[in-house]
């Protein structure tokens, strides 16, 4: 039946695609993904973010609702910066944010200062070798603790 499926769809791209499709909506319908962001949202921010972050971010590879919720989260609150400051964060950097978060693959709060610093001079290290990065003008250490940063604020969100 899976090779049948596949040959259908013309294209392994397009298969997987209608694949992807069919996951978000099963997800979508999940009762026990619709209760938890009731029970911490209220009915109708579940429903926006039913129809709005949960596409976007399950098109970009997450498919955790405890993310997702993190991601919202981020984008609702941004980053607080101290003195009454907040930075905003757009939808697809909370996005990216969330998968700096997977890469680095526990709660930056509950890490040693070491580990924490490796994983700024690995982002610094690959930052300054992006050449949209170099093209720009941007500055890898700065990339690199704002991107600490945003994991940190994401972690905040997530594991309250």
């Known amino acids: 039946e899976e090779v049948f499926n596949r040959t259908y769809y013309g294209s392994e791209e397009a298969y997987e695609e209608v694949k992807k499709e069919k996951a978000k909506k099963e997800f979508q319908r999940d009762e026990n993904n619709w209760l938890?962001?009731?029970?911490?949202y209220g009915h109708g921010e579940a429903d926006r973010i039913m129809n709005e972050v949960v596409p976007d971010c399950f098109d970009a590879g997450l498919t955790d609702i405890d993310d997702m919720m993190a991601?919202?989260?981020l984008e609702h609150d941004g980053i607080d910066l101290g003195n009454g400051q907040i930075e905003h964060v757009d939808r697809n950097t909370a996005i990216?944010?969330?998968k700096y978060h997977r890469r680095i693959?526990?709660?930056t709060s509950k890490m040693k200062k070491k580990d924490k610093d490796d994983w700024h001079k690995t982002f610094e290290s690959e930052f300054?070798?992006?050449q949209t990065i170099q093209q720009n003008g941007m500055n890898a250490t700065d990339m690199a603790d704002r991107t600490m940063r945003l994991v940190e604020a994401y972690n905040k969100e997530r594991y309250k």
């Open 36 to 40: 938890k962001l009731e029970q911490k």
């Open 71 to 73: 991601v919202r989260d």
């Open 96 to 98: 990216a944010t969330a």
């Open 105 to 107: 693959g526990q709660d």
């Open 128 to 130: 300054s070798q992006n």
